[in-house]
């Protein structure tokens, strides 16, 4: 993608609305057929731990633009790592509950959506840290930060259109 940012701008879309749409797909299946057990169920309103995959996606993309940007040859695998990490923490997460029970999930949880935000966060910014390998040249930081935005805003397109045909809970 080096030096063209049409394809920079088209991938960023294409990924990020298809994504956004397998997290609702993920969260229309959970809610119809998730786990359950004893008092508790990922049925129904359950499913809403599905949608804590939306900042890994989100630590992802940025993770993968940032070393982009830098011009570093791996940024898809670190991206796909810092996705990977995001949602390891999102299961924990939603893990608590069925294997600790209720006071473990009540203390943990806060705990674990918390470093998830922050690894949403941590993730690109510590990309833009750590020695790469050269890819190439670095690109324009504007066209990454834009990609970034568009990032964003197509996993949320492709969450909330999927949603709206395919409603978790239907």
Do not use: K, Q
């Amino acid at each position: 993608m080096r030096g063209r940012p049409a394809l920079v701008v088209a991938t960023t879309v294409v990924l990020g609305l298809l994504l956004g749409a397998a997290i609702s797909v993920g969260a229309f299946y959970v809610a119809r057929y998730g786990p359950s057990g004893g008092n508790w169920s990922f049925r129904g309103n359950g499913a809403i731990a599905v949608y804590t995959a939306v900042p890994a996606v989100l630590a992802a993309g940025w993770t993968a633009l940032a070393v982009h940007a830098r011009g570093g040859a791996s940024w898809l695998w670190r991206g796909v790592g810092a996705g990977a990490v995001g949602l390891v923490i999102a299961f924990l997460a939603a893990a608590l509950l069925p294997l600790a029970g209720e006071l473990a999930d009540m203390l943990g949880s806060p705990i674990a959506f918390i470093c998830l935000l922050a690894w949403m966060l941590v993730a690109p910014v510590a990309a833009t840290r750590v020695r790469i390998a050269a890819g190439g040249g670095v690109e324009s930081v504007g066209l990454h930060v834009a990609a970034g935005v568009i990032w964003f805003a197509a996993a949320l397109v492709g969450l909330i259109a999927t949603a709206i045909v395919l409603p978790a809970g239907s």
